[in-house]
């Protein structure tokens, strides 16, 4: 059992994005399926799914590739650690590249990207960012 699950999800989406893998399996939780329901909605993977492999849940995580075969995801990095955990409030959220990548929030109102938490007013955990 790893001590970061969120990091590992990540590191599994960011090595098979290098390896041009069409899907990938990370084992389920509440909070990876939020993080995968976001990418989906802003549109960094194609699909994802909850999967039983016998007595395992996963989340399967279909990739999402440019007509040039390049991913849609150029960098996927974790922000806060279990070590070192980044807090933010409304006014404090970082924008990733000028507003063309997204952060992940765990905030009191759930998960949500930086720019729905400013909206709704809400700060949070930074969890990653992704471009």
């Not at 699909?47 to 996927?76: C, D, F, H, W």
Request: with cysteine.
């Amino acid at each position: 059992m790893t001590s970061d699950p969120i990091a590992d999800m990540l590191t599994r989406v960011r090595n098979a994005l290098g390896a041009r893998h069409t899907k990938v399996d990370v084992p389920a939780s509440r909070l990876k399926v939020d993080i995968a329901k976001i990418l989906k909605d802003e549109g960094y993977i194609a699909n994802y799914k909850m999967a039983e492999e016998g007595a395992r849940r996963l989340v399967r995580i279909y990739l999402k590739y440019t007509p040039e075969n390049q991913p849609v995801i150029s960098n996927i990095e974790r922000v806060s650690r279990p070590g070192c955990r980044v807090y933010v409030g409304r006014k404090e959220i970082p924008r990733v590249l000028g507003g063309l990548g997204i952060n992940i929030l765990t905030t009191p109102r759930g998960v949500m990207t930086g720019r729905k938490a400013h909206k709704e007013g809400v700060g949070g955990e930074i969890l990653c960012q992704v471009w």
